[in-house]
């Protein structure tokens, strides 16, 4: 079976840009959990997606969204980049049978660098 | 609130030594408990968890972790370090209320293995 695969790996952006990460999930996967890793905070759960819903949300500003789609592939979007935002990021896929916590298995992340 | 202490940041070990790698948890309950590694530039992969059961929990690689309810602890030990065990490593708690998936991870502890 495939693992979480997440596109692009490495992305560098501009202040004020936008910018669109995928993560497709563990085939049969129902949730998606996104996380945000740096140096100075390490890592940081940013929010998880269930069956295309929120399920809960990290202390990050409203500036970092997301979505979730029919067939549980997530995508995270960040507007009006600021260089603190240089971050890896990844995404986690679990089974959530039963919409219970779960074992999270990562992504390789993508690494997004603001200049 | 939920957290987790990792007090080692650094870890030098010679290649055979055995290892322990330290990890303190704070939760109102038994939490749902992992170990996660990352080498550099890659996402994190599952080495082992607990839920519940048998508090001596085996994991890939050789590793292993023993959940110490009253020490509020899961070291991670290993009897003979390779040098391809050289890597970050992360401690992790879960919430088993809720129905999220949301972790909570130390700072990692970062291994260092000697020839």
């Known amino acids: 079976k495939a693992g979480v695969t997440q596109t692009p790996r490495y992305l560098i952006k501009t202040r004020g840009q936008q910018v669109t990460l995928s993560c497709s999930p563990i085939s049969g996967h129902r949730s998606v959990s996104w996380y945000q890793q740096t140096p100075g905070q390490g890592l940081q759960f940013l929010f998880e997606?269930?069956?295309?819903?929120?399920?809960n949300k990290g202390n990050f500003p409203g500036r970092f969204s997301g979505r979730q789609f029919s067939n549980s592939r997530s995508e995270m979007n960040v507007s009006t980049l600021e260089l603190g935002d240089s971050a890896l990021y990844l995404c986690?896929?679990?089974?959530?049978?039963?919409?219970?916590?779960?074992?999270?298995?990562f992504g390789p992340g993508t690494r997004l660098t603001v200049l | 609130a939920q957290s987790v202490t990792q007090p080692d940041i650094h870890i030098t070990v010679s290649e055979g030594a055995s290892l322990e790698l330290r990890c303190n948890y704070s939760?109102?309950?038994?939490?749902?408990l992992f170990w996660y590694v990352q080498s550099p530039g890659q996402g994190l992969q599952l080495l082992l968890k607990y839920f519940s059961g048998d508090t001596l929990v085996q994991g890939i690689k050789g590793f292993e972790a023993e959940f110490k309810r009253s020490q509020s602890s899961f070291n991670l030990r290993k009897p003979s370090v390779h040098w391809s065990d050289a890597a970050e490593y992360f401690c992790a708690v879960g919430a088993r209320s809720g129905g999220y998936n949301k972790l909570i991870f130390g700072a990692g502890t970062r291994l260092a293995v000697h020839p």
């Open positions: 997606y269930f069956s295309e819903t929120q399920r």
């Open positions: 939760y109102g309950a038994t939490p749902y």
């Open positions: 986690a896929s679990s089974l959530s049978a039963g919409g219970r916590p779960d074992t999270q298995y």
